[in-house]
């Protein structure tokens, strides 16, 4: 009791230890109060709030890529490998062999889609651009 010797008065006393008492002493205490605290209106309504924020909702995108097609966090690009617009990125795959080439901004991904990744085409499209406006 030598706690409680600090402790002038005994009613001071037990109001500690009623306080004490409700502490989570345990990791499976913890949980549980986490566990309440979410499922309650007020965590949900948090919860809700906190996935609205566009840079959680875009870093759990690119969780879920990198998780989906087997690859690291940092191989997930933030920045279009053509143009280097960043923003929203798409997958790029291969659609014969299914494979993940990288990730494009929308319209690039578009623009390769229209032309059936064919190198032809793409190459008769830059000549055709040389020729009529000129090179860059």
Known sequence: ML?????K???QYKQYRKVYDK???SREMAKERYR???ASEKGQAYKKAYRAKPEVKERRRRQLLAKRYN???EDVANECQICGL???MY????HETGKVRGFLCRNCNLALGYVKDSVKLLTNAIA???KTDGPD
């Open 128 to 130: 055709y651009l040389e």
């Open 91 to 94: 997958v790029d795959h291969n």
């Open 71 to 73: 690859i690291s966090l």
């Open 36 to 38: 309440k605290y979410h």
């Open 86 to 88: 960043i923003g929203k």
């Open 9 to 11: 008065d005994k009613e």
């Open 3 to 7: 706690l409680a010797m600090a402790y």
């Open 23 to 25: 502490l989570p002493r």
